[in-house]
C-alpha cells in the first residue's frame, strides 16, 4: 500500500485560508460614544463592524468601513485554503506543483498590503457640536486575524518556494593512482 505523504505547506494554506473565511464574521472595527449636550442629555452609542461591513451594535454606522479592501483577499485566500485542502485530500503523495505556493505567495502578500491599507484609512465618527464626548473608534480583533492570515500564507508559501540547503558533506572524488 502506498503511504500518503501530506505536504505541510498545503496544509497550512488550507487551515488559514479556512481561519480567513471565518473571521469575516468578526468585528473588524469598533466604535463608542459617550456624549453630554450641555450636561443635561447623555447618549451612548457603540457600535461595531465586521469584515462584510454588517453593524451589529447599536449604532448606525453609514459609512463603508470594511468593505472590498478586506473580503475580496479573504475570499482570495479562501479559495486558496479550499484548493490545498482539496489537494491535501485526495493527493496519494504529495504533488509537486509550485504554482500553487507561487499564487498564493502573491496573495499573501496582497492581502497583508490591502488590509493593512484598510486598517489605515478605518472611519472615525466626527466629534458632535456643542457637546463633550468621549469617542473611542478603530480596529478590533476580527483585523489582527486577518491580517495574520495573510501574512502566514505568505509566509509559508515563499518557504515552500525556497529551496532547502543540503547541509551533508560532499563527497569528494576518490584519487585514482596510476
Known sequence: MEERKISKPDLVIAVTGLLAFFSMFLPWWQAYYDISYDNVNNTKWQDSVNGWNMSSGSGNVDKIVTGPLVWIPMLAL??????????????????????????????????????????????????????????????????????GCGFVVAVVSLLALTPIVDLTPAQQPSEEED
Do not use: E, Q
Open 78 to 147: 479562501t479559495v486558496l485554503g479550499l484548493y490545498a485542502l482539496a489537494r491535501v485530500a485526495a493527493a496519494p503523495r504529495g504533488l509537486p506543483d509550485r504554482n500553487l505556493y507561487k499564487v498564493a505567495s502573491v496573495v499573501g502578500v496582497l492581502t497583508v498590503v490591502l488590509v493593512a491599507w484598510r486598517w489605515h484609512t478605518y472611519y472615525f465618527p466626527p466629534m458632535p457640536d456643542n457637546a463633550s464626548a468621549f469617542i473611542s473608534a478603530g480596529v478590533d480583533y476580527g483585523t489582527f486575524i486577518g491580517l
